[in-house]
């Protein structure tokens, strides 16, 4: 006979969590180091079942908004947590800072009830309802309501290693649906257990279960000192052909194996099953949250032999289809904590066998089993001074951005707003080597906490109300932007001399300590005086020289092009403040090889391949001379870009500042831009994965525009032809030309004309404001060639906007119709599905229905997984217990009797174990 029964890895606790929390009470147990946080609550209490103290999230968290449930699922709830919760509809990272000690493991458990608390009906709508979690800087879960039950409650665990003294548990937001959580628990587990999680690893919770009697459906504290949730077999799963097993004897763990410390009343208890029978498997099946193909699962088997005589009983431990642990015979009255030294086993079906051997008398039996999945902690956290000092910053100044929580630089996307970090690539720590708070409001005097920090080059606390004097103490700073504040001095000689000597570049004009300095640093202008000098001194040599050149120059130049003109007499003396290089005409004449090769014309001018001094490609744009004259945003326009920094936005390495030549100097991208690969030959084709790739790198780089820049940017000419790629086809957004940056008073709108035809908004015609939603309808234009490789005007016979092309094809046949010939019908279609209506959405006709770019960046991420073999994230269950449990048990062919629960995931059974 087979015996198998297969549990699902989703598990819910539901409005009868009387049964779940209903547990053997011991009194006196220790709680210490517990944190216990029940999120939007406002008071501190005991747990009536647990004893538990749990306390306000208040200074745990900055941002969010307190709930309670509705009203109709109040009186199911049958704990204090339940009833309260914390939801995050700003930003798209929020965490919670917990307390804990470097190098120290912790069980970390967050769980969530919605409730129905905003009166959406979200989980049970038919839209998806799913946000992730992050353990510190790295990916853990995915919380997965959609089609949930409103009183259902959802819960996540993850063991880890703190690396600080503060572990953060992050909600981030993936624009299907508002990030909340109704209660975080922290328990510390001694160093000795679960010997495999280390700074790298992590494991996130799958499945932990108890056999043989239990009168509790969750065993946890008191019982389990750790907290640890053991789910148990009911009552029903004790019918033919299951066996309980039990003894009053005391099961001992070997001196020194203390890596798991099950509670003694869960190892003396066990499960077999009659010897008739000669195994059976446990399968959980994997639930909609992930791709059971990229499981990488750690199942622990916990054994010990508790019938009284000598019995004879060996069987084999399989994963699937390879054989864990060959001949083995559980020992008696003693705990055997079966696992493969931490290794992650690939088992797709997650199917675990145990099957009787051929000279045993007995069949197998199990005590309890725990099945981990991998969580990989491969982002580093920013170095811990750096935190340190940037936290004191925050204090000082009682800084309100919403983001500044969590990691303040990893992970890269996710970094505070107004920093710069630097991202080593061998094992180090991320740094801060920027902050720009210009324009914040600051009062009060200079922190010095920004002095110790030693990788901070650039520091802006230009446009703010500082007071008082100067630190006396310079560090690593390059650049100090301290102007239109109120400092009133002294400065001191370090800074002083650190000026003088040309190693900091200051700013303090605009202070009233520069009535009474004439210094360059109290300037906009650049100290002529000795040009005057040399200008009185000796006027003759300089006649002179000026004669010596015009007869120079019609000895070399006569009859030459006006191309060969001599611009180096043309460079301006004003220099920017800015920490990017400056090229001078002779320069850029040198890297482009005398302007030979051009890669890029537009009606600013033309772009040249160039390349510097150290073999680093570049791309150089050159304004036309026509351009230069109206050219008044040039020089504002550079310092703003250079301020900007992201992997989705074309890096500007410098300018060229001549009154006859303007210039900005790009990195080269190599595989050309969007447009040409899109409507190139058939030489290369993207496929559809790459298309949204490239698609949501270049959400995020106008993300990262409009969201992170102070002031945010609009860029205004939004299209194909300005999504660059490189070697790896990671897209990044170029030609800023036309871009322009708003301070919150012009409610980022502009007068200026912008963009292509064909990428135009409507709204742009009527009112001639530009907003960012102006990108954003343009990016809608981008999604649609992406997905037809057509022009955003078609010849089809007539001329055609694009949308309205792929509306008649739509409507006159099928979705199918639109996609691009080239994929060949390879891609997704669901995918499709959702990228056309994301793009639909981007064109609506008011600026005000179009969604916002972070929006369209985090509707993109949750697409990918579904169209990639290698999800970027690897989800895990949404654990859940149902409301009621029934059981409904037939015999099947070969006499075989298979238990499922749950979500089956497409696994074969006989008979069904299952909730709603």
């Given at each position: 006979m087979v015996i198998s029964f297969s549990c699902s890895a989703s598990r819910k606790l539901t409005g009868i969590l009387a049964l779940l929390f209903m547990m053997t009470r011991?009194?006196?147990?220790?709680?210490?180091?517990?944190?216990?946080?029940?999120?939007?609550?406002?008071?501190?209490?005991?747990?009536?079942?647990?004893?538990?103290?749990?306390?306000?999230?208040?200074?745990?968290?900055?941002?969010?908004?307190?709930?309670?449930?509705?009203?109709?699922?109040?009186?199911?709830?049958?704990?204090?947590?339940?009833?309260?919760?914390?939801?995050?509809?700003?930003?798209?990272?929020?965490?919670?800072?917990?307390?804990?000690?470097?190098?120290k493991k912790f069980l970390v458990r967050a769980l969530f009830t919605y409730g129905d608390y905003d009166g959406l009906?979200?989980?049970?709508?038919?839209?998806?309802?799913?946000?992730?979690?992050?353990?510190?800087?790295?990916?853990?879960?995915?919380?997965?309501?959609?089609?949930?039950?409103?009183?259902?409650?959802?819960?996540?665990?993850?063991?880890?290693?703190?690396?600080?003294?503060?572990?953060?548990?992050?909600?981030?937001?993936?624009?299907?649906?508002?990030?909340?959580?109704?209660?975080?628990?922290?328990?510390?587990?001694?160093?000795?257990?679960?010997?495999?999680?280390?700074?790298?690893?992590?494991?996130?919770?799958?499945?932990?279960?108890?056999?043989?009697?239990?009168?509790?459906?969750?065993?946890?504290?008191?019982?389990?000192?750790?907290?640890r949730f053991w789910e148990a077999w009911f009552s029903t799963y004790k019918a033919y052909p299951w066996i309980t097993l039990n003894t009053s004897n005391e099961v001992k763990r070997l001196p020194g194996n203390d890596a798991f410390q099950v509670p003694q009343a869960i190892l003396q208890n066990a499960t077999t099953v009659d010897t008739n029978n000669t195994f059976y498997s446990v399968r959980v099946a994997a639930g909609p949250n992930l791709d059971p193909t990229n499981l990488q699962l750690l199942p622990i088997f916990h054994f010990a032999e508790v019938v009284d005589n000598n019995p004879n009983r060996s069987f084999n431990i399989y994963s699937g289809d390879e054989l864990l642990f060959p001949d083995f015979s559980p020992s008696r009255s003693q705990v055997d904590s079966m696992h493969q030294?931490?290794?992650?086993?690939?088992?797709?079906?997650?199917?675990?066998?145990?099957?009787?051997?051929?000279?045993?008398?007995?069949?197998?039996?199990?005590?309890?089993?725990?099945?981990?999945?991998?969580?990989?902690?491969?982002?580093?956290?920013?170095?811990?001074?750096?935190?340190?000092?940037?936290?004191?910053?925050?204090?000082?100044?009682?800084?309100?951005?919403?983001?500044?929580?969590?990691?303040?630089?990893?992970?890269?996307?996710?970094?505070?707003?107004?920093?710069?970090?630097?991202?080593?690539?061998?094992?180090?720590?991320?740094?801060?080597?920027?902050?720009?708070?210009?324009?914040?409001?600051?009062?009060?005097?200079?922190?010095?906490?920004?002095?110790?920090?030693?990788?901070?080059?650039?520091?802006?606390?230009?446009?703010?109300?500082?007071?008082?004097?100067?630190?006396?103490?310079?560090?690593?700073?390059?650049?100090?932007?301290?102007?239109?504040?109120?400092?009133?001095?002294?400065?001191?000689?370090?800074?002083?001399?650190?000026?003088?000597?040309?190693?900091?570049?200051?700013?303090?004009?605009?202070?009233?300590?520069?009535?009474?300095?004439?210094?360059?640093?109290?300037?906009?202008?650049?100290?002529?005086?000795?040009?005057?000098?040399?200008?009185?001194?000796?006027?003759?040599?300089?006649?002179?020289?000026?004669?010596?050149?015009?007869?120079?120059?019609?000895?070399?130049?006569?009859?030459?092009?006006?191309?060969?003109?001599?611009?180096?007499?043309?460079?301006?003396?004003?220099?920017?403040?800015?920490?990017?290089?400056?090229?001078?005409?002779?320069?850029?004449?040198?890297?482009?090889?005398?302007?030979?090769?051009?890669?890029?014309?537009?009606?600013?001018?033309?772009?040249?391949?160039?390349?510097?001094?150290?073999?680093?490609?570049?791309?150089?744009?050159?304004?036309?001379?026509?351009?230069?004259?109206?050219?008044?945003?040039?020089?504002?326009?550079?310092?703003?870009?250079?301020?900007?920094?992201?992997?989705?936005?074309?890096?500007?390495?410098?300018?060229?500042?001549?009154?006859?030549?303007?210039?900005?100097?790009?990195?080269?991208?190599?595989?050309?831009?969007?447009?040409?690969?899109?409507?190139?030959?058939?030489?290369?084709?993207?496929?559809w994965e790459q298309r949204l790739h490239i698609a949501l790198d270049a959400a995020q780089g106008l993300e990262y525009l409009h969201e992170l820049c102070t002031p945010s940017i609009v860029h205004r000419d939004v299209k194909t032809p300005n999504i660059l790629l490189d070697n790896n086809l990671v897209g990044v957004i170029s030609d800023f030309g036309l871009s322009r940056a708003f301070n919150d008073a012009?409610?980022?709108?502009?007068?200026?004309?912008?963009?292509t035809l064909g990428y135009l908004d409507p709204e742009y015609h009527a009112s001639f404001q530009v907003t960012v939603k102006t990108d954003v309808y343009s990016f809608g234009i981008v999604l649609l060639e992406i997905i037809t490789g057509q022009s955003p005007v078609v010849m089809d016979p007539q001329t055609v906007h694009l949308p309205n092309w792929v509306r008649q094809k739509i409507a006159n046949g099928s979705i199918h119709d639109v996609v691009d010939k080239k994929l060949l019908d390879l891609y997704d279609a669901s995918s499709l599905q959702s990228v056309v209506d994301l793009a639909m959405n981007c064109l609506e006709n008011a600026a005000i229905n179009r969604p916002t770019m972070t929006e369209v960046a985090s509707r993109l991420k949750v697409w990918l997984p579904a169209v990639s073999g290698a999800p970027r994230h690897t989800d895990s269950m949404d654990t859940e217990i149902p409301r009621q449990f029934r059981l409904m048990i037939s015999r099947a062919r070969n006499e075989g009797i298979s238990f499922q629960s749950g979500y089956t995931n497409g696994i074969s059974q006989t008979s069904l174990f299952s909730g709603r």
């Amino acid at each position: 006979m087979v015996i198998s029964f297969s549990c699902s890895a989703s598990r819910k606790l539901t409005g009868i969590l009387a049964l779940l929390f209903m547990m053997t009470r011991v009194y006196g147990q220790s709680t210490s180091g517990f944190i216990s946080i029940d999120c939007g609550n406002r008071r501190t209490y005991n747990d009536s079942t647990t004893g538990i103290q749990y306390h306000s999230d208040h200074g745990f968290v900055d941002g969010g908004l307190s709930h309670k449930i509705s009203t109709e699922f109040m009186a199911d709830a049958t704990n204090e947590q339940q009833k309260t919760l914390r939801s995050f509809p700003q930003s798209s990272r929020n965490c919670y800072t917990l307390p804990s000690a470097t190098g120290k493991k912790f069980l970390v458990r967050a769980l969530f009830t919605y409730g129905d608390y905003d009166g959406l009906n979200s989980t049970m709508s038919g839209s998806l309802f799913r946000f992730g979690l992050h353990i510190g800087v790295n990916f853990w879960e995915a919380v997965n309501l959609t089609n949930s039950d409103p009183s259902n409650t959802i819960w996540k665990e993850v063991l880890t290693v703190a690396p600080g003294n503060n572990l953060s548990v992050c909600l981030i937001n993936f624009g299907t649906g508002t990030p909340f959580v109704s209660s975080l628990e922290l328990r510390p587990l001694q160093d000795v257990m679960y010997p495999f999680v280390n700074s790298s690893v992590s494991i996130s919770y799958f499945k932990r279960f108890r056999f043989g009697n239990a009168t509790e459906y969750i065993t946890r504290y008191p019982l389990d000192p750790y907290d640890r949730f053991w789910e148990a077999w009911f009552s029903t799963y004790k019918a033919y052909p299951w066996i309980t097993l039990n003894t009053s004897n005391e099961v001992k763990r070997l001196p020194g194996n203390d890596a798991f410390q099950v509670p003694q009343a869960i190892l003396q208890n066990a499960t077999t099953v009659d010897t008739n029978n000669t195994f059976y498997s446990v399968r959980v099946a994997a639930g909609p949250n992930l791709d059971p193909t990229n499981l990488q699962l750690l199942p622990i088997f916990h054994f010990a032999e508790v019938v009284d005589n000598n019995p004879n009983r060996s069987f084999n431990i399989y994963s699937g289809d390879e054989l864990l642990f060959p001949d083995f015979s559980p020992s008696r009255s003693q705990v055997d904590s079966m696992h493969q030294n931490g290794r992650f086993l690939h088992n797709p079906a997650a199917s675990f066998l145990l099957n009787k051997t051929n000279n045993s008398v007995l069949p197998p039996l199990i005590n309890a089993f725990e099945l981990y999945s991998l969580v990989r902690m491969d982002n580093l956290t920013t170095d811990s001074n750096d935190i340190s000092y940037i936290k004191e910053v925050k204090k000082h100044y009682n800084l309100a951005q919403i983001n500044w929580n969590g990691d303040p630089c990893s992970p890269g996307e996710y970094s505070w707003e107004g920093l710069i970090c630097s991202y080593p690539k061998s094992n180090q720590n991320p740094r801060i080597i920027a902050v720009n708070l210009s324009t914040s409001g600051l009062k009060g005097g200079l922190a010095i906490s920004f002095m110790n920090m030693s990788s901070l080059i650039n520091l802006d606390l230009s446009h703010n109300n500082l007071t008082g004097a100067i630190p006396d103490y310079l560090g690593s700073l390059r650049v100090l932007n301290l102007s239109n504040n109120q400092l009133n001095g002294p400065i001191p000689d370090s800074v002083l001399q650190g000026f003088q000597a040309g190693l900091l570049d200051l700013r303090l004009e605009g202070n009233p300590l520069c009535s009474k300095v004439k210094d360059t640093y109290c300037s906009n202008k650049k100290n002529t005086i000795h040009i005057i000098l040399i200008a009185v001194i000796v006027p003759v040599v300089l006649v002179s020289l000026l004669v010596v050149m015009c007869i120079l120059w019609k000895l070399c130049w006569k009859g030459k092009s006006e191309d060969h003109e001599d611009y180096a007499m043309y460079e301006e003396e004003t220099p920017l403040h800015i920490d990017i290089r400056r090229f001078t005409y002779t320069e850029l004449k040198l890297i482009t090889n005398d302007f030979q090769s051009i890669i890029g014309k537009g009606g600013f001018g033309i772009v040249y391949h160039g390349t510097l001094e150290n073999g680093d490609e570049v791309a150089v744009k050159v304004l036309m001379e026509t351009s230069i004259a109206e050219s008044k945003d040039f020089l504002p326009e550079v310092q703003t870009l250079s301020k900007v920094h992201h992997k989705n936005l074309v890096t500007l390495q410098g300018y060229c500042q001549n009154k006859k030549c303007l210039a900005l100097v790009y990195d080269f991208m190599p595989r050309g831009n969007l447009q040409q690969l899109l409507r190139g030959g058939d030489e290369y084709s993207l496929n559809w994965e790459q298309r949204l790739h490239i698609a949501l790198d270049a959400a995020q780089g106008l993300e990262y525009l409009h969201e992170l820049c102070t002031p945010s940017i609009v860029h205004r000419d939004v299209k194909t032809p300005n999504i660059l790629l490189d070697n790896n086809l990671v897209g990044v957004i170029s030609d800023f030309g036309l871009s322009r940056a708003f301070n919150d008073a012009h409610t980022h709108i502009s007068t200026a004309a912008a963009g292509t035809l064909g990428y135009l908004d409507p709204e742009y015609h009527a009112s001639f404001q530009v907003t960012v939603k102006t990108d954003v309808y343009s990016f809608g234009i981008v999604l649609l060639e992406i997905i037809t490789g057509q022009s955003p005007v078609v010849m089809d016979p007539q001329t055609v906007h694009l949308p309205n092309w792929v509306r008649q094809k739509i409507a006159n046949g099928s979705i199918h119709d639109v996609v691009d010939k080239k994929l060949l019908d390879l891609y997704d279609a669901s995918s499709l599905q959702s990228v056309v209506d994301l793009a639909m959405n981007c064109l609506e006709n008011a600026a005000i229905n179009r969604p916002t770019m972070t929006e369209v960046a985090s509707r993109l991420k949750v697409w990918l997984p579904a169209v990639s073999g290698a999800p970027r994230h690897t989800d895990s269950m949404d654990t859940e217990i149902p409301r009621q449990f029934r059981l409904m048990i037939s015999r099947a062919r070969n006499e075989g009797i298979s238990f499922q629960s749950g979500y089956t995931n497409g696994i074969s059974q006989t008979s069904l174990f299952s909730g709603r």
